[in-house]
């Protein structure tokens, strides 16, 4: 394991954002179903934290806590954890949540869509795997594989948030749509913009921290950050931590 911090590489001279005095936020990014690196940054954070001395402390999931890696229903009920453990624990819906809970509703097609998007390995750590999987339909695995999914992650994942607002920070899944009200902001856009996000240089009024769209490296601007460093591909899970007007990123590594 290697556990690495990634300090801050430029700030906007004109505009120091912060949070609250007294305040401490960490986000994490895209973790798809990465529990084992998810545990090792969790570690790093609470380390972290300690170090830092008391504060009220905030822990935002940007969502993509499934699909892809190896161990979606572990990820799942590791926030759930995570959340009845009493502390302030958020948790945004990305879009392969939203795919997932539509696939649990049963329909065929969107079963479909949610295995062209990465759904496999999330079935497969719900316990229908191998020759069995292999042999179903999609009519097949609509009926077959919602009643695999605890309630209590369903109900879980129906009770995510489309956004979290802290000081001058506004944390979500994908960004948002340039031009628009932060109130009026469409959730689809929320869960699923990029390019007409990530290269727009405006002031959206706050500093947009963010996942959906891997980075090799975080990618700071001054209106956006993003901390998607692609989990299940590399290796590489991210968060950000901020207090004041500073801020610093932390890592876990396979």
């Known amino acids: 394991m290697i556990l690495s911090r990634l300090f801050s590489r430029s700030r906007n001279q004109a505009f120091q954002p912060s949070i609250p005095e007294g305040r401490r936020v960490y986000a994490i990014g895209d973790i798809h179903g990465c529990l084992s690196l998810l545990d090792k940054l969790l570690a790093a954070i609470d380390a972290d934290n300690d170090a830092r001395g008391p504060a009220e402390v905030t822990l935002i999931l940007l969502g993509d806590l499934v699909d892809r890696g190896p161990d979606s229903a572990g990820v799942v009920e590791r926030a759930i954890q995570l959340h009845e453990s009493g502390g302030d624990v958020r948790w945004l819906l990305g879009n392969h949540e939203e795919v997932f809970l539509k696939a649990l509703s049963g329909d065929p097609a969107a079963m479909r869509y949610f295995v062209r998007i990465g759904g496999g390995p999330t079935i497969h750590s719900y316990g229908l795997a191998g020759e069995e999987y292999l042999a179903m339909s999609f009519e097949e695995l609509a009926e077959s594989f919602p009643p695999l999914v605890p309630d209590r992650h369903r109900l879980f994942l129906e009770k995510a948030e489309e ?92």
């Not at 959730?187 to 290269?199: A, E, H, M, T, V």
């Not at 240089?201 to 990618?219: A, L, P």
Request: glycine share 10%; net charge negative; aromatic share 8%.
């Open 163 to 254: 956004m979290v607002r802290i000081g001058d920070y506004l944390f979500v899944h994908a960004g948002i749509r340039p031009g628009v009200a932060i109130d009026a902001q469409r959730p689809s856009d929320l869960r699923w913009i990029r390019d007409d996000f990530l290269d727009d240089r405006s002031d959206h009024g706050c500093v947009v921290v963010h996942g959906h769209t891997i980075f090799d490296e975080v990618q700071e601007r001054a209106n956006r950050i993003g901390i998607d460093t692609g989990a299940y591909v590399t290796g590489k899970l991210t968060a950000i931590g901020i207090e004041g007007a500073e801020r610093w990123f932390l890592s876990a590594e396979d």
